[in-house]
Nanobody
Framework: QVQLVESGGGLVQAGGSLRLSCAVSGTMFSINAMGWYRQASGKQRELVATITSGGSTNYADSVKGRFTISRDNAKTVYLQMNSLKPEDTAVYYC???????????????WGQGTQVTVSS
């Protein structure tokens, strides 16, 4: 079974930094893109940043220049968040597009989420 485990959330003052980590475990053939999404209270889940297996990145306009997504191997992804703002407060979810077997399609798996709270 594929599992994604996030860590690194917490409470920080505006202007501060946090680093989120996400590790994928389980039996699988390959992982394509990995990414971070967030959901603030009362709002829909939104994309924060993604990174492909080749290292190409994509960011939401609201985090460009402040957040950096990186990947140190096929199964671990990070989100460095700098210059945090109160509006960044949300539950952050890790996601990975996983192919469990060579003959199957990629399926998106999600982590359980980690709370990030930015105080003003």
């Amino acid at each position: 079974q594929v599992q994604l485990v996030e860590s690194g959330g917490g409470l920080v003052q505006a202007g501060g930094s946090l680093r989120l980590s996400c590790a994928v475990s389980g039996t699988m053939f390959s992982i394509n893109a990995m990414g971070w999404y967030r959901q603030a209270s009362g709002k829909q889940r939104e994309l924060v940043a993604t990174i492909t297996s080749g290292g190409s990145t994509n960011y939401a306009d609201s985090v460009k220049g402040r957040f950096t997504i990186s990947r140190d191997n096929a199964k671990t992804v990070y989100l460095q968040m700098n210059s945090l703002k109160p509006e960044d407060t949300a539950v952050y979810y890790c996601a990975a597009d996983v192919k469990k077997y060579v003959s199957t399609f990629f399926t998106k798996y999600w982590g359980q989420g980690t709370q990030v709270t930015v105080s003003s």
